[in-house]
């Protein structure tokens, strides 16, 4: 191929080879005419997305951006907030072993049970459809109550002495698998 033969040449990498000297790689003809119509259907499709036009993309998606990163914080605040009232809710429960279903993910029914479980000085037992959290007071181990339940249910879990997390093999559903998993939990939690 002849320099005249190559059209359009596009840089594509850059790297140090050794100290002065770098290494360029580049795609030339065809090639780079195909990568720069490919760059260019990008852009239109993102112009339609974002309705606007072709030269204001950029400030479109940089606004775009701005408002997702405020939602995210703002729905961080709002979820912060309700767990704050959740966590009021259970304190105002009647002292004792404390077993409740709540409708959070795995790392806030953490963030709930550990310290319930210190300021109630009871063990905490939180649950959603598939996964629970049981923390301990330090008189109890959360460890062995977790190998108690496991004699009588199917779960899976671990954890130290202070709490255990885990996920039921079957989702609780129903009266009758609730009411057997109090049961079993008023028994291993004395």
Do not use: W
């Not at 059209?7 to 720069?36: P, Q, T």
């Not at 959070?104 to 959603?128: E, G, I, S």
């Not at 249910?153 to 609780?172: A, E, H, R």
């Amino acid at each position: 191929m002849s320099s005249g033969d190559i059209l359009l040449l596009k840089i594509v990498k850059e790297s140090s080879v050794a100290s002065g000297v770098r290494r360029l790689e580049a795609i030339s003809s065809n090639e780079a005419l195909s990568l720069l119509l490919q760059k260019e259907a990008t852009l239109e499709r993102a112009t339609e997305l974002l309705r606007c036009p072709a030269d204001k993309t950029l400030e479109s998606l940089d606004a775009l951006i701005v408002q997702h990163k405020k939602m995210q914080k703002d729905l961080e605040e709002i979820k912060e907030a309700e767990k704050r009232k959740i966590f009021r809710d259970l304190m105002n429960e009647p002292d004792g072993k404390l077993i409740k279903e709540i409708a959070l993910d795995l790392k806030d029914l953490v963030d709930l049970a550990c310290p319930l479980a210190k300021q109630r000085h009871h063990a905490v037992f939180l649950y959603n459809e598939n996964r629970f959290v049981l923390a301990t007071p330090p008189k109890l181990d959360a460890k062995k109550l977790l190998g108690d339940l496991k004699q009588s249910i199917t779960i899976k879990g671990g954890g130290t002495s202070d709490f255990v997390q885990g996920t039921f093999d079957v989702p609780l559903k129903g009266e009758a698998q609730l009411k057997h998993l109090r049961g079993l939990l008023e028994a291993v939690c004395c």
